[in-house]
């Protein structure tokens, strides 16, 4: 069992930056690739960024490619997602998710464990 707990969302101007973060519980953290998802009001929730166990690959969505940067810490059992050039389309919850297997999972099925979501709001 692994408990995910999501922080560092708020209101940004666009083009500002946020940092996102998320604890992990247990002592099995480095046996997860790590995913972020998002869900705006009215869609679907979509895949944003993965991060393989040791940290040492990563995958993002075309959407943010070139502006979020995921990143982990096996240390502290968290995983990152900076976020520059922030648009007001990025505006959504924001979940990071533990996948079991797989090197870079890019499906919300492919995660068994979930955070509560984090606000993020980018106004224009």
């Known amino acids: 069992q692994v408990q995910l707990v999501e922080s560092g969302g708020g209101l940004v101007q666009a083009g500002g930056s946020l940092r996102l973060s998320c604890a992990a519980s247990?002592?099995?953290?480095?046996?997860?690739?790590m995913g972020w998802f998002r869900q705006a009001p009215g869609k679907e929730r979509e895949f944003i960024a993965s991060i393989s166990r040791r940290g040492s690959g990563s995958i993002y969505a075309d959407s943010v490619k070139g502006r979020f940067t995921i990143s982990r810490d096996n240390a502290k059992n968290t995983v990152y997602l900076q976020m520059n050039s922030l648009k007001p389309d990025d505006t959504a919850v924001y979940y990071c998710a533990a996948a079991p297997s797989g090197y870079l999972p890019l499906t919300s099925r492919d995660y068994r464990y979930w955070g509560q979501g984090t606000q993020v709001t980018v106004s224009s």
């Open positions: 247990g002592r099995t953290f480095s046996s997860y690739a």
